[in-house]
């Protein structure tokens, strides 16, 4: 029986000797090298190799060394083969950091005095406290969950959207489609941490801003087609939306000839909000193998496929 990891070097280089010292009758295999094809039953990577199960016929996990699956064709993934994705702590204090910096980014006007130093303006807005600034997360789980407690902890007015019902302290928490309109029409700060499904691709559209209050500001660091990209741009000319910091683009890398590159209402970074920790993955990462092999197989990090997620 063993285990493929598909991923960095870096990652290999802990995950292997943890792997054996914890589970020594587990074969460890760091592709491309597989071992007997026939023996590997669970694959950890952030995408699987082409041919699936026709090279590994006798695959029982795959694991998403991220927290999205959407990079995952899974289609091409059997029923009988259990998908699971990353839930560490490390990718999640490192989301928290980065929103939190997003949203003091917004609510300060770093992009208004990033612009004016570029033309040497000494020109003060007025400021507003946390408390007068609404931040609404779309998505309230794994990561969304603790981002939006974070900020309310910093003052912010907080709420939350999701698809089921959540109740959490100082978070005010919508759901459902028929909310969402409620949720929109009292947020300042828009934060997108939804996974990418077929429900949620291209979610950030004009119906979508148009709900928000005038000048609201959008922060994407879930995937790049949750944002409709003509849209966004057309909502910053009108003044509907007055800034945007994207994480994530699509495609990715963000094409140099992209419009988003040049327009000084929006931040780009490189898909850096949030990665998994080598250390912490590494241990859940085992940690889930050796319950799987203690026959447990009801975990909170398994994705159900019926909602994509
Ligand atoms: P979870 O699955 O834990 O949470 C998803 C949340 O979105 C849940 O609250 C869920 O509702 C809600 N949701 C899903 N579909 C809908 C819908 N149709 N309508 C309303 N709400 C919906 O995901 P995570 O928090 O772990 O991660 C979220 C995403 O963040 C990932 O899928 C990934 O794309 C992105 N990400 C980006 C990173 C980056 O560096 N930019 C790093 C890591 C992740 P409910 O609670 O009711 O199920
Ligand atoms: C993830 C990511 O999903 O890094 O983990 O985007």
């Known amino acids: 029986m063993s285990f493929l990891l598909k991923s960095t070097p870096e990652r290999a280089q802990v995950w292997k000797p943890l792997f054996n010292k914890a589970l ?15 023996e590997v039953r669970f694959l950890a990577a952030w995408e699987p190799p082409p041919d699936l199960l026709k090279r590994f016929p ?16 899974m289609s091409a993934i059997p029923e009988h083969v259990t998908i699971i994705r990353m839930i ?50 779309m998505g309230l789980g794994k990561l969304g969950a603790p981002v939006a407690q974070a900020l309310a902890i910093n003052g912010f007015t907080c709420s939350g959207w ?15 489609a028929e909310e969402l309109g409620a949720f929109l029409a009292t947020t300042d700060i828009l934060v997108c941490l939804l996974p990418l499904t077929d429900a949620t691709r291209g979610i950030l559209n004009t119906s979508l801003f ?3 209050p005038w000048g609201a500001q959008l922060i994407n660091a ?8 003509p849209d966004l741009l057309e909502m910053l000319e009108s003044g509907q939306i007055s800034a945007a910091i994207l994480d994530v683009t699509d495609p990715e890398p963000l094409p140099t000839d992209s419009p988003l590159w040049d ?9 850096i909000a949030s990665s998994s920790q080598t250390e912490t993955a590494g241990r859940v990462l085992l940690d889930t193998v050796k319950r799987y092999l203690a ?11 019926s909602k994509g997620y």
């Not at 020594?24 to 026939?38: K, R, S, Y």
């Not at 300060?108 to 004016?116: F, K, N, V």
């Not at 999701?162 to 459902?176: D, F, I, K, L």
Request: proline share 7%; with cysteine.
């Open 24 to 38: 020594p009758e587990l074969e460890f295999h760091v592709w491309p090298e597989t071992g007997n094809p026939e």
């Open 263 to 271: 327009d000084p209402r929006i931040f780009i970074t490189p898909h």
């Open 295 to 305: 026959g447990e197989r009801n975990f909170p990090s398994r994705v159900d496929r």
């Open 162 to 176: 999701s698809r089921s019902r959540h109740s959490m302290p100082n978070v005010t928490c919508y759901a459902g």
């Open 210 to 212: 148009e709900k928000l």
């Open 58 to 73: 006798n695959l029982e996990v795959i694991f998403s060394v991220g927290a999205g699956v959407d990079q995952f064709d």
């Open 222 to 229: 879930a995937r790049g087609a949750h944002l409709v990209v």
């Open 88 to 137: 560490e702590p490390g990718l999640t204090d490192g989301m928290v950091d980065y929103v939190l910096w997003a949203t003091l980014t917004l609510h300060r006007d770093g992009l208004t005095y990033i612009a004016q130093q570029k033309k040497h303006v000494w020109k003060a807005r007025p400021n507003l406290v946390a408390v007068q600034r609404r931040v609404g997360i």
